[in-house]
């Protein structure tokens, strides 16, 4: 296992973290082409701030420059996958201007945008407690991966407010209405094959095995063109809010965009030459 040094030779520099300065983060290769971030806030069970936000965003934006990273992992450090927004950061909201409340939301929805838009497959490795904002942070990754003693739960109406940065949004069109209103008006907590019933997550794994399931599925995303799996990943995003006409030019345009590429070349040449492709991401 290596330590993920971004390649700042390629691509704009954006987002002023320097390669050994995430303070929250713990990013490693451990092995070729997977970025593994692991949330280390262990002592908050990875609750996020404003430091950690920004942290994110830093790496979703370096990651997408660097071609090195074919497929990015999010976990959590201990106990922990992520408790959602940092309260203690919160205690002054309700004497913070509204405009600068707004921009302060706008910032954590932003970060969880990167998430979805990126065009590389993230896989959420749920390793422990998944509340609030974690959830929604899982939410924004393409694949959930859960430990058997992972805990789900959205307790937002416990403080007066509700959960509001993708659990409603995101999830009603992965698991249902009726299964967002249960988990958003009850609070309760709920076990990680509860929630794979739901349809949340993909599979549910042993602790000592979790790693495991999620680099093997990784190396499955690894085999494909890489410009195609992003284009795939873009496009079926782009769809669940498009009719079916409108969906069906985009993925023309799309397709189209990749049939003179050098991997689809070499995807063609290959088949033909009953062997494996080499795919170069271009």
Not at 40 to 68: C, H, V, Y
Not at 151 to 157: G, Q, V, W
Not at 208 to 215: A, E, G, K
Request: charged share 25%; with cysteine; aromatic share 6%.
């Amino acid at each position: 296992m290596q330590q993920w040094i971004p390649d700042n030779k390629k691509g704009p520099r954006g987002y002023m973290v320097e390669p050994d300065g995430f303070k929250t983060l713990d990013i490693t290769m451990p092995e070729d082409g997977v970025a593994l971030i692991t949330l280390n806030r262990p002592q908050k069970l990875n609750a996020f701030n404003t430091e950690m936000i920004g942290e994110i965003r830093a790496a979703m934006w370096r990651m997408s420059f660097d071609d090195s990273v074919r497929v990015i992992v999010i976990t959590g450090t201990g106990r922990g996958f992520c408790a959602g927004r940092d309260v203690e950061e919160l205690r002054g909201e309700r004497g913070m201007p509204l405009p600068q409340y707004r921009a302060y939301v706008r910032a954590n929805h932003d970060m969880l945008n990167d998430l979805e838009s990126i065009e590389k497959p993230v896989i959420a490795a749920v390793n422990g407690i998944c509340a609030g904002g974690g959830i929604e942070l899982a939410a924004s990754c393409d694949f959930r991966f859960a430990s058997s003693t992972a805990t789900f739960l959205l307790p937002e109406i416990f403080i007066g407010v509700i959960p509001a940065s993708g659990a409603c949004s995101r999830m009603i069109q992965m698991i249902g209405i009726e299964n967002v209103k249960d988990l958003v008006m009850t609070g309760r907590t709920v076990d990680a094959q509860e929630i794979r019933d739901m349809r949340f997550v993909r599979k549910v794994s042993e602790p000592d095995q979790l790693m495991n399931d999620v680099m093997d599925y990784a190396r499955l995303l690894m085999k494909g063109a890489p410009l195609a799996v992003g284009i795939g990943k873009h496009v079926t995003n782009a769809c669940q809010n498009m009719d079916t006409e409108t969906g069906r030019v985009f993925e023309r345009l799309a397709q189209s965009s990749l049939v003179g590429s050098s991997d689809s070349t070499e995807g063609v040449k290959s088949f033909l030459e009953k062997r494996k492709p080499n795919f170069t991401g271009h």
